[in-house]
């Protein structure tokens, strides 16, 4: 059964300080490469066919002790990048209050067509979507590790689960370097596994 493993990067310092990273190219911390090294010892368990990463240095460094351990090349690609929070990256969300109160009063209402260059959760949806069916496609049958974002995973999960991301708030983002598991049946389409799995520790926030 096609089986996906979507595994959020490891921990950076700007998710430590709880700053949006969106497409900024944060770096993964010391404890985030400790995270990857540790995580990437139970992935390499399950036999995977492939990896594929975000092409942002956290997602690629991420998957680097995995390829190491498996001998499989990551393949990078752009779509599986984090939302881009246009305005917002860079900032905590006491910041954004402070410089953009309407925008983040709706954004705590759970409207996310927030404007200041922030993409449209639709757009995230689709875009992850598409490299995951496409990562899918090319292993049939196998598993796939996808080193992607806490909120792009999400936004790939709803998308190939057929939920609108209106409910993105009903389920909780990635801990750094745990995962989503999702597996294609021939009958009923794709299947939640399991959610926020692994050894490793981390911070939930905005990527």
Known sequence: MTTLILWRHGTTEWNTQHRVQGHHDAGLS????????????????RSPDAIVASD?????DTAAPLAELTG??????????????GDWEGLTMAEIAAR???????????????????EPPADVQKRVGEALRGAAQATPGGT???VTHGGAARYGM?????????????????????????????????????????????TPGYE
């Open 72 to 85: 499989l090349p990551v393949r990078p690609d752009p779509r599986l990048r984090e939302r881009d929070y």
């Open 100 to 118: 953009f109160p309407a925008a983040h009063a709706r954004w705590r209402a759970g409207d996310h067509q927030l404007g200041h260059r922030i």
């Open 56 to 60: 942002l240095s956290r997602a690629t």
């Open 30 to 45: 010391a404890l985030g490469r400790e995270q990857a090294a540790g995580a990437a010892a139970a992935l390499a368990a």
């Open 158 to 202: 709803f998308e190939l689960l057929g939920w609108p991301p209106e409910r993105l708030a009903t389920v909780t983002v990635l801990f750094n370097c745990h995962y989503t598991e999702l597996r294609l049946d021939a009958v009923r389409g794709w299947i939640l596994v399991g959610h926020n799995l692994g050894p490793a520790g981390g």
């Open 144 to 146: 796939t590790v996808v």
